[in-house]
């Protein structure tokens, strides 16, 4: 089999202009809306109840996986955030993690998961397979990943970031532990690949050639990335191989707006 390197010819397919995704906004104003929301009220954040409420208000909307569903019922959110911002976890926002980051919103999430689940081979597989997460943050998508999987990897570039991610995740129970490395994302982790998955957390300039070096015949990757003057958008990259060739099919979706992709360990 022959395998061309990327950067590839890639066919891009521009879906129409939607409302602008902000999985994480910016920090100030998380917080604003974290001192705003109304703590939840019956039921406490232990109980699958309250999270239930949370994956009703997201399957109301009609546009979610239900596997993604599913998986984002059984991981309790509250673990991943600070003790005092508890009451608000299960509130489709963004919250402070600290290290001037945020967690993503759990809409973001789903539909990120959501687009994976939708490739060829995640729904001839009917999971995610082996995945590479870029950017770990608090740990709550790599949990989530966890229960859609057989195997996750996860970079983290912030220490302090990677050590409470490690904390956080020893609190919870999933059917597989996510591998948490604090490394330089850009360069992905090809001792654990090639990998079926791979999702972003954070957006660069462009999609980085170690992604696609990763990403296995028949896998997708969806990552934020800039697309002209037109801010970021969400992209979907299909590596496909047809008679023996490997070429990679670029679509473009909603406009988002997550931290910058860089490189290097801190």
Known sequence: MTVKRFPASLKSATAPQRELLMPQRHLHQATIDAARLARPSGAG????????????????????????????????????????????????????????????????????????????????????????????GCGYQAAVIAMLARQVTSIERLQGLHDKAKLNLQRVVLPRSPRLIWGDGRIGHSASGPFDSIIAAAGGEDIPPAWTEQLAPGGRLVAPTAAGGRGQVLVVLDHVVEGGVSRWVRSEHEAVLFVPLKSGVV
Request: hydrophobic content about 45%.
């Open 45 to 136: 954040l232990d109980s699958g109840a309250v999270r239930q409420r949370m994956v009703d208000r997201l399957r109301a909307e009609g546009k979610f996986n239900e596997q993604v569903l599913a998986a984002m019922a059984a991981v309790p959110r509250h673990e991943f955030v600070d003790s005092a911002l508890a009451a608000q976890a299960y509130e489709d926002t963004a919250l402070p993690i600290g290290h001037g980051q945020t967690i993503s919103k759990p809409s973001v999430v789903a539909h990120m998961l959501g687009l994976l689940l939708a490739g060829a081979g995640a729904r001839q597989r009917g999971s995610l397979g082996r995945v590479l997460e870029i950017g770990t």
